[in-house]
């Protein structure tokens, strides 16, 4: 039979883990009433506090490393970093510390910059995205030389030593816009929008998502054009000017998809611009995203839990690093949800 865990525990009592921990080492209040459940699901699971969970009791503090991008409120990353403190206040009873660097996405260097930094420091463990190719690769290398684990979040590069993926399959997500794009319609064109990021195109953290928006289309409708067209999110009035310039272009297009989490970039452009026939794909439910949906303005999101992701990724991760206890699987692919206009209210 498996070894029983302080997780089997808090699920047996109906806890948290940290209530768990609070009750086997005698640390904070908790009521008797409590205490007694928790105490009879030990006993009920033959659960002993393994040398690992005594060193926790300890104090020892777990030093973690978390690189992201920059972000505004209300942005993509501004909500994974929302799921890893929400992460990080369950599992208190491990005692971690969590860093989080930041680094400028459209800057290679910044990336690099930011990595030397954690290897300085020499974490336990550390969580990135995939965004540079080449820088990432390097960082994963250093930290395999300096038996640092490491792990995902959002996307990947399978190809690299990870311990776990928390994140949509995203060549699955692009297959499933495509399809939403263009189920039950004759599609002869289809604008596949981007933001440009750095002049050096290092970054290209949506490639396998766009990969699969293209197959889907390609194996379809191989008859059907796809155009792409690349929006600067520092200026609106670019934004306007390069929708509209396209449009001259291409009257014929009907199918628009943005293939990151900005839709919201070009939201004003399709209010200003409204066609009856368009058909308007994105991905992420970010509030601008869902203010676009409600306005009419987009057809279908495609979205999963945004900061659930990195609650699950952060929460797993330090149990692997600190218990030696692996995640089920290596990938974990959350579950891709869909929203229309009817379903979009939170």
Known sequence: MKTATVYDVAK???????????????????????????????????????????????KQIHCFACLIPQHQ?????????????????????CNVDLRMYYYDQNDIESY???????????????????????AVTEFSYKLKDLAI??????????????????????????QLGAYLLTVHQKVESVAMIRVVRDSGKHADPNAPRRHGFVDYIADHF??????????????????????????????EVRHYAVTNSRLFLIANWLKDNYDPERVVVGFDDLEGNLKAMREGLVDFLVTKDIPGQS?????????????????????NYVHMDVLSKMNCNK
């Open 112 to 134: 690099r910059k930011m990595a030397a930094e954690i290897l300085e420091l020499r974490p336990r463990g550390v969580i990135t995205n995939a965004v540079f190719k080449e």
């Open 12 to 58: 047996r009592a109906g806890v948290s883990r940290g209530t768990v921990d609070r009750v086997i080492f005698n640390r904070g209040r908790v009521s008797q009433k409590t205490v007694e459940k928790v105490r009879e699901a030990i006993r009920e699971l033959n659960y002993s506090a393994n040398p690992s969970a005594s060193a926790l009791a300890s």
């Open 73 to 93: 409120k209300g942005e993509y990353w501004d909500v994974v970093d929302e799921g890893f403190k929400h992460g990080l206040e369950e599992i208190t009873f």
């Open 149 to 174: 684990p490491m792990a995902f979040i959002d996307n990947k590069y399978d190809d690299l030593d990870f311990d776990i993926y928390c994140g949509v399959d995203p060549y699955n997500s692009g």
């Open 222 to 251: 191989p008859d059907s054009a796809i155009y792409t067209l690349f929006i600067d999110p520092s200026s609106s009035e670019s934004i306007a000017s390069s929708m509209d310039r396209f449009a001259s272009a291409h009257p």
């Open 311 to 331: 609650n699950y990724l952060l929460t797993n991760f330090v149990r692997n690093v600190i218990y030696s206890q692996p995640p089920k699987v290596k990938n």
